[in-house]
């Protein structure tokens, strides 16, 4: 297990956080580099993929982008199972996003998979004049849980591909085989020929 | 060549009305395309034919003694929206057991390789389809003709009676017969009004609709019609595709939908005696009891289309033809470079099954015909006074839902009319009742908003649930509809009403509150309304049926999911099927489809079409579900031939978003609902919404607080 096909590794990666924060807007600016003033709000759920390269492998994000509000949290669970890496995005501009990244943090250590790459990232970092979280808060927060920390912005895409570079760094090499249970990631044909080849 | 073309010719003026004319047709189109001096280049798309189904050693006992035996190989064609059946026996191979016998039985043999072939027969034809799955021995069918024929049993040496009829269901109206779990009904229907198409044959008659030169006879040529379907059997699941194939059917096409509805309507009564000969048919043929001797004397007076002296030329046509739209045959073929001959099939050992393609089905193009009216013009100011007596009432209100629900509305009548539709006018009202209503209720509404202008910054402040409420609207009203200029630009007045209007409503419906969809549930009415009151009470008539989806146990939805589940299971097994091998069955990736009525998933003015036309509860209550059904069996091949998981489908879905033809899907959602008629209706749980509430007891939504 340990080396075989670390060189290509698909990783489900899930966004949480308050609605309105902007998750949608950091999977945009990450997947399209787009960004959009008025961003509709996501419905259900949406997925995207972006492979990044990290040293000499490359990384695969299957990226689940979820609807934030509380009404909807009975569908997170459906989303963040068996994800190798979760976004928890806050508003820097709103403390009750801040409050309500730290209730996802809980259920994801209590419900999650144990070796979530967990990030958080303090997003609208382009408003430092409506700021209300502060970054030592929120460094702090992350710290004390394992978390790590960037403050990011769609809008100018300050750290955007950073953060997912970072947790793309962290995910452990040997990822175990995607999570039978889930319906997440099961591997594509031509990647497990690949796999295969590389067995023999 | 030109034998086979000049019987084209002949046969498309005499045989317009023939049962069989759809299968000849397919011959002789066929046979000049293959032969034509352009070659292959004269294909005609639209005629392509396609081996959907293929099994070898499929086989014949004409007799007890195991020599006499008969193997063929087995497939199901595809042309057009016509399915047929042929099998035909393999060429007598000299290392075959016959050959250690006489002489004279080989010629026997041979004679009865002749007799038992079987050319393509199309599904118009076939009433009944019988399986025996003895745990001793071979599986094998009795295929009943409408004729009450039947050809002999076909042993399936090779297994694969349960593929051939999944893949049948594909493609032909297969069902279960209620007396028989191994007994298939074809074309028969369950609905008393389809069922009456079915006595009456009337799925010939769409087959032969599906040939433009009988819609148009004194087209010089069957291209110069079929070209212009040219995408049809190539529709790839590509949007554009898609859209292209669905207008230039519905140009084709019109005059048979109306003519088998009328035919239809007239004849429904017949149901009942259609149902009860079938039914008793197939207790003739249940326990299989026949002799041999029977069954060939049968067989031998089949209809002389299916078997009959001119059968070398007819045969080797149609037989040849789905070779072509299949590559790998295609080429052994052009090798050969002769119209096959029934026994060459011997040659070619190796079974298919494998790879044939998962084709884009097309048997609910086929329901479309039959069912699915065409989309007509919206209904405009003149015509909807005369739905109106000189009081203001509407007279029939069901003939103007059934109006609307084929045209929708012109949009100036759209603020008028939606108020019915939606419920917060009623139909015998007056204008004076409704002038009077509207002021009525123009108070009332100032009187609920009143509530929340009058909470000051001060109680705002000791009052969490309001500021949530009112920041959660806040961040969606200026996220919604942006683009459509009667929301776009800053300080706009009418995302300000968004605004007002959703609050009101989370205070007329404490209980319920914001719910993030809401806005594109109103944005679309007030664009309509104009009116802020009249906006709030047409936004609370449609909460009063969609609320539930709102519902924080999720309950609303979950109900329609699963109905929509079953909807497939009815209306696409093998779709479902294959969902359920994917772990695809909570339908999720549906879910901003049902949450929001497809507020997503069209342009603006569609949106509104759309919306006025499931307001009619016209056909079903439910017809949303049947446009996610009919929406995805129009992206099935792509979904299964991709092999999507549960997230591709859903990013698959999302992206679909723009690129649904409407009018075509509502008329597939249409025939799928008149097909699956109560079955169908009873895939949905009484009070799924958009039913109203079953009981009125206290709270309707009891919701747990959001924090």
Redesign the interface.
């Known amino acids: 297990m340990a080396t075989i096909g670390n060189n290509n590794l698909n990783a489900k990666l899930v966004l949480l956080g308050d609605?309105?924060a902007g998750k949608s807007s950091l999977v945009l600016r990450f997947v399209k580099g787009q960004f959009l003033e008025?961003?509709?709000?996501t419905?259900?759920?949406?997925?995207?993929?972006q492979t990044l390269a990290v040293n000499d492998a490359t990384v695969k994000f299957?990226i689940?982008d979820t609807?934030?509000?509380?009404?909807?949290h009975?569908?997170a669970p459906?989303y963040y199972r068996g994800a190798a890496a979760a976004i928890i995005v806050y508003d820097i501009t709103s403390m009750?996003s801040f409050t309500r990244a730290k209730k996802w943090v809980q259920e994801l250590q209590k419900q999650g998979n144990p070796n979530m790459v967990m990030a958080l990232a303090g997003n609208k970092a382009d408003l430092e004049d409506k700021r209300k979280v502060t970054a030592e808060e929120a460094r702090t927060y992350a710290e004390e849980n394992g978390l790590f920390f960037m403050e990011t912005s769609a809008k100018t895409a300050i750290n955007v591909n950073d953060i997912f570079y970072e947790i793309a760094k962290r995910l452990p090499r040997a990822q175990p085989a995607q999570n039978p249970a889930g319906?997440?990631?099961?591997d594509r044909?031509a990647e497990r020929s690949r796999s295969a080849a590389c067995c023999s | 060549m030109s034998e086979s073309s000049t019987m084209q010719e002949g046969e498309s003026h005499d045989l317009s009305d023939d049962a069989d004319y759809a299968a000849s047709q397919q011959q002789g189109s066929t046979s000049i395309s293959q032969n034509g001096s352009g070659g292959r280049t004269v294909m005609n798309e639209a005629d392509r034919a396609q081996v959907v189904y293929q099994k070898d050693n499929v086989t014949i006992h004409p007799t007890q003694y195991a020599s006499e035996r008969i193997s063929g190989r087995l497939r199901l064609i595809k042309q057009g929206s016509s399915l047929f059946m042929t099998w035909i026996p393999y060429k007598a191979t000299p290392s075959g057991n016959d050959l250690t016998r006489q002489n004279s039985n080989v010629r026997s043999a041979e004679r009865d390789r002749n007799l038992y072939t079987i050319r393509p027969v199309p599904f118009t034809d076939v009433r009944s389809i019988r399986r025996h799955t003895p745990t001793l021995g071979w599986q094998y069918i009795i295929v009943v003709l409408s004729s009450g024929l039947a050809f002999p049993p076909l042993y399936f040496y090779n297994g694969g009676v349960r593929e051939f009829l999944a893949t049948l269901k594909e493609h032909a109206f297969l069902v279960r017969s209620a007396d028989d779990a191994n007994a298939f009904l074809v074309n028969d229907f369950q609905d008393p009004l389809q069922k009456s198409l079915s006595s009456l044959e009337l799925p010939r008659a769409v087959s032969v609709a599906n040939s433009p030169s009988t819609l148009v006879p004194a087209s010089p040529s069957p291209f110069a019609e079929s070209s212009g379907r040219t995408d049809r059997d190539s529709c790839d699941g590509s949007p554009s595709a898609s859209l292209y194939s669905e207008r230039s059917r519905q140009k084709v096409h019109d005059p048979a939908h109306d003519l088998s509805i009328q035919v239809l309507e007239k004849f429904s009564l017949l149901t009942k005696y259609a149902r009860e000969t079938t039914s008793q048919l197939l207790r003739e043929i249940h326990g299989d009891n026949y002799g041999a001797f029977e069954r060939k004397n049968e067989f031998q007076s089949l209809p002389s289309s299916v078997h009959d002296g001119r059968s070398n030329d007819i045969v080797k046509v149609p037989d040849e033809a789905p070779v072509a739209s299949d590559p790998l045959e295609t080429s052994a073929l052009v090798k050969q470079k002769i119209p096959c001959k029934k026994q060459n099939h011997g040659e070619e050992a190796a079974t298919k099954v494998g790879t044939f393609e998962l084709v884009n089905c097309k048997e609910f193009d086929k329901l479309a015909l039959v069912w699915g009216k065409p989309r007509q013009p919206p209904l405009g100011p003149e015509e909807w006074t005369t739905f109106l007596d000189s009081e203001g009432r509407v007279m029939d209100s069901k003939a103007l839902k059934k109006r609307i629900f084929y045209g929708g509305i012109e949009h100036e009548l759209r603020n008028e009319i939606w108020k019915f539709l939606l419920g917060y006018h009623k139909y015998d009202s007056t204008y004076a009742e409704r002038e009077y209503l509207a002021s009525i209720k123009k108070s009332e509404y100032e009187t609920i908003k009143h509530q929340w202008q009058s909470i000051s910054p001060a109680q705002a402040k000791r009052f969490t649930k309001f500021r949530?409420r009112k920041?959660?609207i806040e961040?969606?009203v200026?996220?919604?509809d942006?683009s459509i200029s009667f929301y776009d630009g800053d300080d706009n007045t009418n995302v300000a009403l968004l605004h007002d209007i959703l609050l009101t409503y989370s205070f007329y419906n404490f209980d319920l509150g914001y719910?993030?969809?809401m806005?594109?549930l109103l944005s679309p009415i007030l664009y309509v309304m104009k009116d802020e009151s009249e906006s709030f009470w047409c936004f609370v008539a449609l909460m009063e049926r969609l609320g539930p989806n709102?519902n924080?146990?999720?309950n609303g939805m979950h109900s329609q999911l699963f109905a929509l589940s079953k909807l497939v299971e009815l209306l696409d097994s093998p779709l479902h099927n294959y969902f359920k091998q994917k772990?695809?069955l909570?339908y999720?990736?549906c879910?901003?489809w049902v949450?929001?009525q497809f507020k997503?998933e069209f342009e603006y003015e569609k949106i509104m079409l759309l919306w006025e036309v499931l307001w009619t509860h016209y056909l079903s209550e439910h017809l949303h579900l049947y446009v996610c059904v009919a929406i995805l069996k129009r992206y099935r091949k792509k979904i299964m031939g991709d092999?999507m998981?549960?997230?591709?489908v859903?990013?698959f879905i999302?992206e679909l978003s723009g690129h649904i033809d409407l009018d075509a899907t509502l008329k597939d959602a249409e025939a799928l609902c008149m097909c699956a008629g109560e079955n169908g209706e009873a895939c949905i749980p009484p009070g799924t919404p958009p039913s109203l509430p079953i009981e009125d007891t206290g709270s309707l939504y009891p919701q747990q607080d959001?924090?």
Request: hydrophobic share 35%; aromatic share 14%; with cysteine.
């Open positions: 609605m309105g008025f961003q509709e709000s419905i259900g759920a949406a997925f995207f993929s299957e689940w609807a934030g509000q509380e009404r909807y009975s569908l459906m009750e319906m997440v990631l099961v044909p | 949530e920041g959660l961040k969606d200026v996220r919604t942006r719910c993030q969809g806005s594109d709102f924080r146990d999720q772990d695809c909570n999720f990736f879910f901003r949450l929001i997503r092999q998981d549960f997230d591709t859903l990013k999302n959001d924090d």
